[in-house]
T-cell receptor
Framework: EPEVTQTPSHQVTQMGQEVILRCVPI?????FYWYRQILGQKVEFLVS????????KSEIFDDQFSVERPDGSNFTLKIRSTKLEDSAMYFC????????????????FGPGTRLTVL | AQSVTQLGSHVSVSEGALVLLRCNYS??????LFWYVQYPNQGLQLLLK??????LVKGINGFEAEFKKSETSFHLTKPSAHMSDAAEYFC?????????FGQGTELSVKP
């Protein structure tokens, strides 16, 4: 069964450093997402990506964050200068279009990358 | 903006007992609703989804949920809990393609 994969599973970095979190969505999916979950809190939407551009982003997704689909298979989240409060589990998700073509269908999630900023 | 509230951050049941996890949503339009499960050290796995077809939705692992518009609820049930059901469960509503999650309910199953 196809699945979303994410690397690395754990990332430890120093405050102020840049990190890149990588995701390989399900191969025929068209919509891509990043979410994060700070320990003990809700899963929060960060950004959605479709047709090679950001379709929506949350208030959390400020200028320190960027996403890219550098090739036909990877989808990355970059944090330019990490802060302590960026420590969280980051989930990538992907979805296909609905049969009616009216928008994204069910989202399938990867296992997450745990980011620890020291 | 839409929101989701899950009543009870922790629920404990005995093996074989009924599982009931509560979810209420607020939405100004007919919602798409989802339940996801997260096993320890794993990602979010889709259990079931409601997309305005049948109000009683059956999912994987014997779970089902009933959409009740009058109560703005989408509670998750399973008739008989199994030890392997111990996990965190998240209710979510779709808003313009993105998912808005509840705070999660951790289910413990006692032998």
């Amino acid at each position: 069964e196809p699945e979303v994969t994410q690397t690395p599973s754990h990332q430890v970095t120093q405050m102020g450093q840049e990190v890149i979190l990588r995701c390989v969505p399900i191969s025929n999916h068209l919509y891509f997402y990043w979410y994060r979950q700070i320990l003990g809190q809700k899963v929060e939407f960060l950004v959605s990506f479709y047709n090679n551009e950001i379709s929506e982003k949350s208030e959390i997704f400020d200028d320190q964050f960027s996403v890219e689909r550098p090739d036909g298979s990877n989808f990355t989240l970059k944090i330019r200068s990490t802060k302590l409060e960026d420590s969280a589990m980051y989930f990538c998700a992907s979805s296909d279009a609905t049969l009616a073509g009216a928008g994204p269908d069910t989202q399938y999630f990867g296992p997450g990358t745990r980011l620890t900023v020291l | 903006a839409q929101s989701v509230t899950q009543l009870g951050s922790h629920v404990s049941v005995s093996e074989g007992a009924l599982v009931l996890l509560r979810c209420n949503y607020s939405s100004s339009v007919p919602p798409y609703l989802f339940w996801y499960v997260q096993y320890p050290n794993q990602g979010l796995q889709l259990l079931l989804k409601y997309t305005s077809a049948a109000t009683l939705v059956k999912g994987i692992n014997g779970f089902e949920a009933e959409f009740k518009k009058s109560e703005t609820s989408f509670h998750l049930t399973k008739p008989s809990a199994h030890m392997s059901d111990a996990a965190e469960y998240f209710c979510a509503v779709s808003e313009g393609g993105k998912l808005i999650f509840g705070q999660g309910t951790e289910l413990s199953v006692k032998p």
